[in-house]
């Protein structure tokens, strides 16, 4: 038992200011604390030896590991619920994004895609990235693309059309019938092509509907011929009054225009572009055959910007 208090030092002082402690409930004190210091002293004694028996008689037997944690998918259960469970799931993780973004050159692998219960044949980003470069360099370069499209047989030997006509038919077309494939180079042909239309001619194959059929060719891609224009654009500073600009005249920087049925014209007076005039003659411009006419004149010095757009022929 902890020791008990007796005296009070704090007390006495309030109760007794200015007198002298009495020095019997003093020893009465210091008696008592040391007696809870030897008690203490006996409670430390017994726990110690407690603790050092056990200890010897462990000594000499067979201790047992425990078992090594499971690594790998599903270690420590749904997401690892210990640390190294944890670790391992986060690593199988990190290999499928690895897997996704980059493998090459075939689909990914089952069992990567096992972690996330995937199936069926899948490819990397990569991959996908590598097979449209390939499909945009050959339109590119020389106005072909590539393409693969599966097509139902419709008769014995005979696919339904093709959604373009086939170009290199004979040199660079395959057809890939249940996982075999045919190419059109081979000898003899095992395909013909007129239009859109195969026809299945192999002496050795045949086909037939619910066949799966798929054919890879590539077609001509028309090429968007896109617009180019030019825009000229002529300054003048105008005279006190001045309506009519002609473009045949050098404008300040000694600029000359032809204006043409397509021309494209926007005028600027003081760097505000103003709009055509709309019939009542009391703002903005008209054009004529090759000359501007403001409906307001200018003043003196004004700066006047003429821009002409004009489509050019393809070179």
């Known amino acids: ?61 067979k201790t047992v590991s425990p078992a090594a944690p499971e690594l790998g998918y599903g270690a420590g259960g749904f997401y690892g619920a210990d640390t190294a469970g944890a670790a391992a799931v986060a690593s199988d993780y990190a290999q499928v994004s690895i897997e996704w973004a980059e493998h090459m050159p075939d689909p990914i692998p089952p069992n990567v895609l096992a972690i996330n219960a995937i199936t069926g044949d899948h490819w990397s980003s990569r991959w996908w990235a590598n097979r449209a470069a390939t499909i945009v360099s050959a339109v590119g370069a020389n106005g072909l693309g ?10 014995r ?78 300054y003048y500073l105008a005279s006190q009054g001045q309506t009519v600009f002609l473009l045949s005249a050098p404008d300040r920087f000694g600029g000359v225009y032809t204006l043409t049925p397509q021309s494209v014209v926007a005028v600027y007076r003081s760097g505000s572009r103003i709009m055509p005039d709309d019939g009542t003659a009391a703002a903005g411009f008209t054009r004529s055959a090759n000359s501007i006419t403001l409906a307001a004149p200018a003043g003196v010095n004004e700066q006047v910007t003429i821009d002409v757009s004009e489509r050019k022929a393809p070179s």
Not at 2 to 27: C, K, N, Q, V, Y
Request: charged share 20%; glycine share 8%; no cysteine.
């Open 146 to 155: 590539l393409i693969s499209e599966q097509l139902a047989v419709v008769d």
């Open 157 to 234: 030997n005979q696919p339904a059309p093709t959604a373009y006509p086939p170009v290199d038919a004979q040199t660079t077309m395959e057809l890939v019938v249940n996982g075999r494939v045919f190419s059109g180079s081979a000898s003899p042909a095992p395909f013909t092509v007129t239009g859109k239309q195969i026809t299945f001619t192999s002496p050795f194959y045949s086909i037939s509907p619910g066949d799966e059929v798929i054919a890879r060719y590539r077609y001509s891609v028309p090429i968007p011929q896109f617009a180019n224009y030019q825009v000229i654009s002529l």
């Open 1 to 61: 038992m902890p020791a008990r208090t007796i005296f009070s030092f704090d007390g006495w002082d309030r109760d007794h200011p200015g007198e002298r402690p009495p020095g019997d409930r003093l020893d009465a004190q210091f008696a008592e604390l040391l007696r809870g210091q030897a008690e203490i002293g006996a409670q430390f004694d017994v726990l110690f030896n407690e603790r050092l028996d056990a200890r010897l008689a462990g000594i000499g037997s």
